[in-house]
């Protein structure tokens, strides 16, 4: 069954090694991160990333922490309404502007890491080649749905939330809840076939879409090797508590590179995401708890705006002067204001829960992608 479901894959979820020259010379670049110096700050014990085990280098750069008084409630039926913030909406709810490089925190918890790049040059040099590869994104991927299909929970694991998480899945089908482009590369779990009664069948292991021509540009695989690799080595430079546990879970898992060709120990996340004039509804994400999204952003264009929201937190982050990085765990609800077609590019990457479970099935599936993306048939099929 499972020979079966992999053979029927088509070609533009298939992937294949990207050349050793070409990714020895973009970690060779991202490299030159590691050589940039900053700050260094010890927390020791103070400061934690959720459930993540890793207790101590939980953040390793000199900032500012605010430490929070409380968390804003958000009524569900504001949910229910889909709405996407924008300047008005930040002022009526009394939200605050955050500009300046910080970590926001919680009775310790960590709930973001913002820094820019006027605060450390490191976000500036890893963010160089963002713009073109966003335009080979838009060139070789398909648009993701205009639709989010995860609801927040305020309290985890009740009836009640499972209830409410069914009742919002039900009422925001077809729901417009983010404005822009947005594209998603890496693996996910695939469903292929119907039963005779409308049930999917076939749960595996495969890669988002992509152009099987996305192979022969060279450029294209630089820049994307380079800028995602780039994005976890900023990751190990402040929360090494959460790049170390992200490998782990990977290694763990017997997971293979959502960048095959690249090692996963330069990068181990899942997938990889990015988007065009991004502007989404009030929304948390399928990461896993104690991990991060660790996202970053190219400034608007000039005359233009762009913000991260938390309504949880009661402020908004400046997107718009700088560069900037932010890490933040996916299960705080967060969005992003809706400013026009403002040609801010923004990517992440995170690791999804239901990839990196030890189960027989998904060790299985990475074994079989191992084969496959090394074999002489794939070389044939993106030639």
Known sequence: MINELFDELHLERK????????????????????????????????????????????????????????????????VGKAIIYDAKQVKKEGLRLQDKSCIITYKGEIQIVYITGEYDEAVNKATEKLTDLGEAFEKYYPVKEHTFYTPFRLIKGTQKDRDEAYQFKKDQKGVDRYYGKNWMDGQIKYYLGKHPNGRAYGAIIAYQPRSPTAYQDKDFMYNLVYSYCALYELEKRYAPAVARWRLQLAEEAGKVPAIPGVPLSRHPATGMGASLDFASAIHNDSGMDGLSETIFWVKPAVG??????????????????????????????????????????????????????KTELNGEWYDKWKKYTTSKQSKKDFV
Do not use: M
């Open 304 to 357: 233009q705006k762009q913000y991260f929201v938390s309504p949880t937190l009661g402020l908004f982050f400046d997107l718009t002067k700088h560069n900037c990085i932010i890490l933040q765990p996916p299960k705080i609800p967060h969005g992003t204001i809706n400013s026009g077609n403002h040609q801010g590019y923004g990517f992440v990457n995170i690791t999804k829960q239901n990839l990196i479970a």
């Open 15 to 78: 992937r294949t090694e990207i050349p050793k020259g070409i990714v020895s010379k973009a970690l060779k670049e991202v490299d030159k991160i590691k050589k940039i110096s900053y700050k260094k700050k010890d927390y020791g014990d103070t400061l934690f990333w959720g459930a993540n085990p890793n207790k101590t280098d939980c953040v390793d750069i000199d900032l500012p922490v605010i430490e929070l008084d409380e968390l804003k409630i958000i009524p569900h039926d504001f």
